[in-house]
């Protein structure tokens, strides 16, 4: 008999006992529903991951940082001294706790390390004021050292990095520094006023100004957003270069490590974590991205689990189905049908009730991702968010995979069926 001949006829034999099939197909579903609705908050919570992780951070950057021990004589608390020497330990322990000079010239010698970029220190700024308004005001300033992602209000910047004499403001300061929108204030000037590191004089000693390029603003798909004043790296150090005490040694909290190509940062990472220690936006993604796959994994568990149960189901529906027809199934192997045959039927009738359930429960979980404007508009996300993605291979393996299961749930009853003596069973009634 043709194998399209036997998949057909296992089709009819189902639509005989359509009660049975549909209370099998749907307990299926449930299963499938609950695994395909994890698969789809799983590629959207992935999704929406990246797009978090990459506004985080310079995905070919790391941030490299001193290495502390916590143990030996040198973790001990140093005893303060009036001597001449004081200025000679303040100078070690810059060099202990803090990037100093030498370890930026070392971290350039690293393969694959294009430019090393030290955390210059703002806290010689003593204030900014705008050219639309005569107040002071004490903001927070930072210095954009790399192409982390930004999301703006006006403005723009060429790889989101201000050019030496741009500066970006945020949003939240428009209003305050006397500028009627975000639009108004591009091209206006901002004056940074500049103490010098070995005046005792309140007032600041130096001021700069720098065109405002950009405003910025907060996103929910960037992590760490902290409204600041921005300058470029070439002001930066020259601000440090004028409030930095000439009698200390350069030091910074931490350097950024450009590398040259985004598969070579795991090997600067790893060579760095010899001396230093290395990070990277990396770091952050695998950490996310293990806590939305265990969140997966644990509605898929729960998916697992009601299939578990549907399997009994299958093989309940099967038996029973054998059970009915067992005089149907003699007549047929009186009239020359091979057991192989009639085995191959029930496992296509379990087949075809792990399609449907499939496909019951692949639908009502695709239907969900309807509910993606809802959900972001819940949980104040932007819109167009989508935290429910189809992925369509997902779907279909999971199909399939459905299907399999029924066909070995169907097995031992496709055998019972095979094994029958044709005349024995034309004796059932």
Same mark, same amino acid.
């Given at each position: 008999?043709?194998?399209?001949? @036997?998949?057909?006829?296992?089709?009819? $034999?189902?639509?005989?006992?359509?009660?049975?099939?549909?209370?099998?197909?749907?307990?299926?579903?449930?299963?499938?529903? *609950?695994?395909?609705?994890?698969?789809?908050?799983?590629?959207?919570?992935?999704?929406?991951?990246?797009?978090?992780?990459?506004?985080?951070?310079?995905?070919?950057? /790391?941030?490299?940082?001193?290495?502390?021990?916590?143990?030996?004589?040198?973790?001990?608390?140093?005893?303060?001294?009036?001597?001449?020497?004081?200025?000679?330990?303040?100078?070690?322990?810059?060099?202990?706790?803090?990037?100093?000079? $030498?370890?930026?010239?070392? @971290?350039?010698?690293?393969?694959?390390?294009?430019?090393?970029?030290?955390?210059?220190?703002?806290?010689?700024?003593?204030?900014? +004021?705008?050219?639309?308004?005569?107040?002071?005001?004490?903001?927070?300033?930072?210095?954009?050292?790399?192409? *982390?992602?930004?999301?703006?209000?006006?403005?723009?910047?060429?790889?989101?990095?201000? +050019?030496?004499?741009?500066?970006?403001?945020?949003?939240?300061?428009?209003?305050?520094?006397?500028?009627?929108?975000?639009?108004?204030?591009?091209?206006?000037?901002?004056?940074?006023?500049?103490?010098?590191?070995?005046?005792?004089?309140?007032?600041?000693?130096?001021?700069?100004?720098?065109?405002?390029?950009?405003?910025?603003?907060?996103?929910? *798909?960037?992590?760490?957003?902290?409204?600041?004043?921005?300058?470029?790296?070439?002001?930066?150090?020259? @601000?440090?270069?004028?409030?930095?005490? +000439?009698?200390?040694? $350069?030091?910074?909290?931490?350097?950024?490590?450009? /590398?040259?190509?985004?598969?070579?940062?795991?090997?600067?990472?790893?060579?760095?974590?010899?001396?230093?220690?290395?990070?990277? /936006?990396?770091?952050?993604?695998?950490?996310?991205?293990?806590?939305?796959?265990?969140?997966?994994?644990?509605?898929?568990?729960?998916?697992?689990?009601?299939?578990?149960?549907?399997?009994?189901?299958?093989?309940?529906?099967?038996?029973?189905?054998?059970?009915?027809?067992?005089?149907?199934? !003699?007549?047929?192997?009186?009239?020359?049908?091979?057991?192989?045959?009639?085995?191959?039927?029930?496992?296509?009738?379990?087949?075809?009730?792990?399609?449907?359930?499939?496909?019951?429960?692949? !639908?009502?979980?695709?239907?969900?991702?309807?509910?993606?404007?809802?959900?972001?508009?819940?949980? +104040?996300?932007?819109?167009?968010?989508?935290?429910?993605?189809?992925?369509?291979?997902?779907?279909?393996?999971?199909?399939?995979?459905?299907?399999?299961?029924? /066909?070995?749930?169907?097995?031992?009853?496709?055998?019972?069926?095979?094994?029958?003596?044709?005349?024995?069973?034309?004796?059932?009634?």
């Amino acid at each position: 008999m043709r194998r399209i001949d @036997i998949i057909k006829r296992a089709g009819r $034999n189902l639509g005989q006992s359509k009660g049975r099939t549909i209370l099998t197909a749907l307990a299926i579903s449930v299963g499938a529903f *609950t695994i395909g609705l994890a698969l789809m908050a799983g590629e959207g919570g992935r999704l929406y991951t990246n797009s978090m992780v990459d506004a985080a951070g310079d995905k070919k950057s /790391v941030s490299v940082y001193k290495k502390v021990t916590s143990s030996g004589p040198d973790s001990n608390l140093p005893e303060y001294s009036d001597s001449e020497d004081t200025e000679k330990d303040q100078s070690k322990a810059i060099e202990k706790y803090s990037m100093t000079d $030498n370890d930026v010239k070392k @971290i350039q010698k690293v393969p694959h390390v294009e430019k090393v970029t030290p955390a210059y220190s703002m806290y010689g700024v003593l204030y900014a +004021k705008s050219s639309a308004s005569d107040k002071k005001f004490v903001p927070s300033v930072t210095v954009k050292f790399d192409k *982390t992602r930004m999301e703006f209000a006006a403005g723009n910047l060429d790889n989101f990095m201000p +050019k030496k004499g741009e500066v970006v403001i945020p949003e939240s300061y428009v209003k305050e520094m006397g500028f009627s929108d975000a639009k108004s204030a591009i091209g206006q000037t901002i004056t940074l006023g500049l103490k010098k590191g070995d005046s005792s004089s309140k007032n600041a000693d130096k001021e700069i100004s720098l065109k405002v390029a950009a405003v910025d603003k907060p996103s929910d *798909t960037i992590l760490f957003y902290q409204p600041a004043v921005r300058v470029s790296v070439d002001d930066a150090k020259e @601000i440090y270069a004028f409030s930095h005490a +000439k009698n200390l040694p $350069n030091d910074y909290s931490y350097v950024i490590a450009s /590398v040259d190509d985004e598969k070579n940062v795991e090997a600067v990472k790893s060579e760095l974590g010899k001396d230093y220690m290395a990070s990277s /936006v990396q770091d952050v993604r695998k950490a996310m991205l293990t806590f939305v796959n265990m969140a997966q994994m644990a509605l898929i568990g729960f998916g697992g689990l009601a299939l578990l149960a549907s399997v009994f189901g299958i093989v309940n529906t099967m038996y029973i189905s054998v059970l009915e027809r067992t005089s149907q199934i !003699g007549l047929m192997k009186a009239l020359g049908m091979r057991g192989r045959d009639i085995g191959k039927m029930f496992r296509y009738e379990a087949a075809w009730v792990g399609l449907l359930g499939g496909l019951i429960g692949v !639908g009502l979980a695709s239907l969900m991702s309807l509910l993606n404007p809802m959900i972001a508009s819940f949980l +104040k996300l932007e819109q167009g968010t989508n935290l429910l993605v189809i992925n369509p291979l997902q779907m279909g393996l999971l199909i399939i995979g459905l299907m399999i299961m029924a /066909v070995l749930s169907g097995w031992l009853p496709s055998r019972k069926a095979t094994k029958l003596d044709p005349i024995e069973a034309l004796r059932t009634e």
